[in-house]
């Protein structure tokens, strides 16, 4: 069994998920061997929340160039958790 802090890898803040705040719901970075459960109850584990929904989604590396030599970025999976309403993360506080 995994550890809530193998699973959940930080926080993602972008225009989009700054704006999906006002729905109550947070983006986060996970690892992508983590299926929506296992990040539910980290999520409920490290922020103490109540989880209602989570959504995930894979990313795909994009490809790099450094001059002439060409390489991937990793792929990554992102979770986007919905919060029973009244619940919010700390982490994301000074960003509304």
Do not use: C
């Amino acid at each position: 069994m995994r550890t809530p802090e193998e699973i959940i890898i930080r926080p993602l803040v972008t225009e989009k998920s700054t704006g999906l705040m006002a729905d109550n719901k947070y983006t986060f970075l996970v690892d992508p061997g983590a299926n929506k459960i296992e990040i539910k109850h980290a999520i409920e584990k490290l922020f103490n929340v109540k989880v209602l929904k989570v959504n995930t989604l894979m990313e795909r590396g994009k490809l790099r160039r450094v001059g002439r030599f060409q390489g991937r970025q990793s792929d990554r999976k992102k979770a986007i958790v919905t919060l029973r309403p009244g619940d919010k993360i700390q982490v994301f506080e000074g960003l509304e």
